[in-house]
């Protein structure tokens, strides 16, 4: 068990819907990250929080959002959904910003259809 | 512009083979490197990482070594089990005013017994 935990598991949805991505760091952790993981593209880095604030982006669309609150949770907004934003989302945390460990949660699986 | 690149899988082995997994990077700075591991149905947990040349990670009898000259990070084992049978990903982390990490597409390793 990592100490991340995310929510929910799993998710079924339709095209065109809009759904929210739940995320806790471990306790200390100050740096959020996101990640969507699928068959065809591996594992991509969308976006990076630290302590509240966007640190890093990756490829993220623009369709996609998310925010780092002041408990430091996090949550990934996804909308407007199509068939192709089916995959896994990783959440990771880390003590700070910079090379440091991430430790990642269990991911929550989207399937939309 | 920065990548990661892996030896393509899967790789199967013998029990108590050697193993070697290569990693090669691009980056245009100077990055932190890791090797995460994903068991099935699980999220990636950190097996190595070195954070700068010719540092040698090492963890459960994994190791690594951070060689600048040739870019790489290869991982190896003197003797796998089958308990190491998972999708194993090599990573680095960059810090572009912000730190952005990039995963390879991941080896998967299958260990007989």
């Known amino acids: 068990d990592s100490g991340v935990t995310q929510t929910p598991k799993h998710l079924i949805t339709a095209t065109g819907q809009r759904v929210t991505l739940r995320c806790s760091p471990r306790s200390g952790d100050l740096s959020v990250y996101w990640y969507q993981q699928s068959l065809d593209q591996g594992l991509q880095f969308l976006i990076q929080y630290y302590n509240g604030e966007e640190r890093a982006k990756g490829n993220i669309l623009e369709r996609f959002s998310a925010q780092q609150f002041p408990d430091l949770h996090s949550e990934l907004n996804l909308s407007s959904l199509e068939l192709g934003d089916s995959a896994l989302y990783f959440c990771a945390s880390s003590v700070a910003s910079g090379g440091y460990e991430q430790y990642f949660g269990p991911g929550t699986r989207l399937t939309v259809t | 512009g920065d990548s990661v690149t892996q030896m393509e899988g899967p790789v199967t082995l013998s029990e108590e083979a050697f193993l070697t997994i290569n990693c090669t990077y691009t980056?245009?700075?100077?990055?932190?490197l890791f090797w995460y591991v994903q068991y099935p149905g699980e999220g990636l947990q950190l097996l190595l990482k070195a954070t700068k040349a010719d540092d040698k990670g090492s963890n459960k009898g994994f190791e690594a070594t951070y060689r600048k000259e040739t870019t790489s990070f290869h991982l190896e084992k003197g003797s796998v089990q089958v308990s190491d049978s998972a999708v194993y990903f090599c990573?680095?982390?960059?810090?572009?005013?912000?730190?952005?990490?990039?995963f390879g597409a991941g080896t998967r390793l299958f260990v007989k017994a």
């Open positions: 990573a680095l982390t960059l810090n572009t005013g912000g730190f952005k990490t990039i």
């Open positions: 980056a245009t700075g100077y990055p932190s």
